[in-house]
Structures are given as structure tokens and as C-alpha cells.
């Protein structure tokens, strides 16, 4: 069995003897990398741990298993792995979209490492549903027709997905580098998480938390509604709610000045 440190490509950067630890969790499609100017924004105070999901970036491929995979709580045990091999304390756990999400529930399973929660532009559900009034911003049919993309032509799909999430088109390399992150998963896996991620439902989660948490939105998230945002604020206890100005599912990647500012202000 490989360590987490191979299994996750971990690297640990900034100080080694800081009181506080900055976890950076990356979200679907993407990797470590994306988190680089939040780094270096942080890396002269705090230690840092850097780590790619299982079925992304450098992780190991072999370690991908879809049953361990078809949920959320795959990641859950690989993230309490890390906090264990690395014997981690007074954690800010940064994570981006579904690694939001994988924050929160891992403070709920192992709160003792846990300080702070910063949620960027994460989703407890990303599906509507009428019957109850919950607004999460997809129906079935657009996952089915989602799903249905990946699977007839994975890299056309990842292309016209990363324009659609991205936004920014007045920076065409932003959409690019995404399409290219999300291009390299293989398409049999990122089929596998996409659907674990789209179909999960963590709202009874949400109030199961004490830890302090930074909900942070954009102003126009085609994958994270507003209303989302709003619905995590309300169901998260000690929670703070920030909008950041530009628009796209990535605001640690499109306005990093800003979430830097942001997070600073917060922990």
C-alpha cells in the first residue's frame, strides 16, 4: 500500500515550526496547482499541505477505486489519513467546490485537527428539488445530458464545460487551464466522480459543525447558484458569508488578490 503521501502527491511547503497549518483542497477537474498565488500569499506564516484528490492531478491512478469513490466518504478517509500521517493540528482547511464539502465532513469525523473552514464556492446539493422548494441548480436531465457529453466525447465535453464554469472570457487561458487539468483525468473516472458529486446530498450535514467557516461566493457561479451560498450561511453555525467580485466557479483562480484579503481577514 502506497503512503498518503505518494497516493495524494503531498507536498508540505511554507513554515515548518508555524502554529497553524493551511490545508488547500482542490475541486473537480482541478488540482493543486490551481491554489498557487493563495501560496504564496501565505507560505512566509504558515505551513501549507498541498495534495491532489485520487483520480486527479498527480495522485496515484491506481489507487482510484469506484466503489470507495462512489461517495464523498472515500475523500473524507483519505483527507483523515493525511491529518493522521502527518500528525496535523490547528488546521484551516481551505477547499474548493466538492472539497469544500469534504472539509466540512471531515471537521465533523475528526474534529480535533480542525480550526477553521473556508468553503469556496461549494454545494451541499447540486441538484433542484421542487417538491421541497430547494434550489441547488440542476435538474436530472441536465446531468443525464452532463453525463451523456462526458461519455460520447470526453474532450469536447471538457472543453465546453470549462467555458461554461470558468467564465472570465475576457481571459480565455483561465477556461484553457482548466480544460486541461480536466482533460488529463481518464474520462471512466471523472464520469465516476462527477456523478458521485452531482447526486450527493449533505444538506443534513451543515448543522453538525461548530467550527468557524467562511462561505465564499462569486458573483455569478453557474455551478454553485447564489442561493446556495445563502442556504450554506443559514444551515452552517458560526459561519460568515463573502462575496467576491468576479464572476465563474473559480475565485481563488479568476480574483486571487481578493480571497487572499478575504481569507486573511478570516483566520
Excluded: C
Amino acid at each position: 500500500m502506497h503512503s498518503v503521501m505518494e497516493k495524494n502527491n503531498v507536498h508540505i511547503r511554507g513554515r515548518a515550526d508555524a502554529p497553524h497549518t493551511l490545508i488547500f483542497g482542490h475541486g473537480f477537474g482541478s488540482d493543486q496547482t490551481a491554489f498557487e498565488p493563495l501560496v504564496k500569499a501565505f507560505e512566509a506564516d504558515y505551513k501549507i499541505v498541498l495534495f491532489d484528490n485520487v483520480g486527479g492531478g498527480k495522485a496515484d491512478i491506481n489507487a482510484f477505486s469506484p466503489s470507495r469513490y462512489s461517495t464523498i466518504q472515500g475523500y473524507v478517509t483519505d483527507l483523515g489519513d493525511l491529518l493522521r500521517d502527518l500528525n496535523l493540528q490547528n488546521v484551516h482547511y481551505i477547499g474548493h467546490s466538492v472539497n469544500g464539502m469534504i472539509g466540512l465532513l471531515s471537521a465533523i469525523k475528526y474534529p480535533s485537527y480542525f480550526d477553521k473552514l473556508v468553503l469556496l464556492g461549494s454545494s451541499p446539493r447540486y441538484l433542484n428539488e421542487p417538491e421541497t422548494g430547494y434550489v441547488g441548480g440542476f435538474d436530472m436531465a441536465d446531468l443525464e445530458q452532463l453525463y451523456n457529453a462526458m461519455s460520447t466525447n470526453y474532450f469536447a465535453w471538457a472543453s465546453g464545460f470549462a467555458q461554461l464554469v470558468v467564465q472570465n472570457e475576457d481571459r480565455p487561458e483561465l477556461a484553457a487551464n482548466f480544460a486541461k487539468s480536466l482533460s488529463s483525468i481518464r474520462a471512466d473516472i471523472a464520469l465516476s466522480v462527477a456523478k458521485a458529486i452531482f447526486e450527493m446530498d449533505h444538506r443534513n450535514d451543515l448543522g453538525k459543525s461548530s467550527l468557524p467557516a467562511l462561505v465564499v461566493q462569486t458573483t455569478n457561479d453557474p455551478a454553485v447558484p447564489k442561493v446556495v451560498g445563502d442556504y450554506m450561511h443559514q444551515h452552517i453555525p458560526n459561519s460568515q458569508l463573502a462575496t467576491v467580485n468576479t464572476k465563474g466557479h473559480f475565485p481563488h483562480v479568476s480574483a486571487p488578490g481578493e480571497v487572499i484579503s478575504i481569507i486573511k481577514s478570516f483566520i
